[in-house]
Protein backbone atom coordinates (compact mmCIF):
# COMPACT_ATOMS: atom_id res chain seq x y z
CA UNK A 1 0.00 0.00 0.00
CA UNK A 2 1.57 3.19 -1.09
CA UNK A 3 -0.26 6.01 0.74
CA UNK A 4 1.17 9.42 0.26
CA UNK A 5 0.03 11.71 2.64
CA UNK A 6 -0.04 15.38 2.08
CA UNK A 7 0.14 18.12 4.95
CA UNK A 8 -3.57 19.46 5.50
CA UNK A 9 -2.41 22.92 6.70
CA UNK A 10 0.85 23.81 3.89
CA UNK A 11 -0.35 21.10 1.31
CA UNK A 12 3.22 19.30 1.19
CA UNK A 13 3.84 16.01 0.49
CA UNK A 14 4.75 14.43 3.77
CA UNK A 15 7.75 12.63 3.43
CA UNK A 16 7.67 11.27 7.04
CA UNK A 17 5.15 11.43 9.23
CA UNK A 18 3.88 14.70 11.35
CA UNK A 19 1.38 14.67 13.61
CA UNK A 20 -2.27 13.54 12.90
CA UNK A 21 -4.93 15.85 13.98
CA UNK A 22 -8.15 15.24 14.94
CA UNK A 23 -11.25 17.45 14.25
CA UNK A 24 -14.17 16.91 16.93
CA UNK A 25 -17.07 15.43 16.03
CA UNK A 26 -19.46 16.72 13.60
CA UNK A 27 -23.43 16.15 14.33
CA UNK A 28 -22.93 12.88 12.65
CA UNK A 29 -20.62 12.19 14.79
CA UNK A 30 -17.69 12.28 11.99
CA UNK A 31 -14.16 12.88 13.17
CA UNK A 32 -12.09 14.15 10.19
CA UNK A 33 -8.62 13.30 10.07
CA UNK A 34 -5.88 15.66 9.55
CA UNK A 35 -1.79 14.82 8.71
CA UNK A 36 0.47 18.07 9.35
CA UNK A 37 3.71 17.96 8.96
CA UNK A 38 6.30 18.53 11.39
CA UNK A 39 6.73 22.13 10.60
CA UNK A 40 3.26 22.67 11.02
CA UNK A 41 3.17 20.85 13.80
CA UNK A 42 6.04 23.04 15.68
CA UNK A 43 3.57 26.18 14.32
CA UNK A 44 0.78 24.75 15.95
CA UNK A 45 2.61 23.90 18.99
CA UNK A 46 5.30 26.76 19.30
CA UNK A 47 3.69 29.67 17.23
CA UNK A 48 6.54 32.11 18.33
CA UNK A 49 9.18 29.71 18.48
CA UNK A 50 9.73 29.31 14.36
CA UNK A 51 12.82 27.11 13.84
CA UNK A 52 14.97 28.53 11.47
ZN1 LIG B 1 2.70 21.38 6.64
Not at 4 to 18: A, I, N, Q, S, T
Not at 23 to 32: F, L, Q, R, Y
Amino acid sequence: MAIKPKCDRCKKELRKFGAILLSPPNKSNTVKKFHICVDCYHTFYFPNLRSR
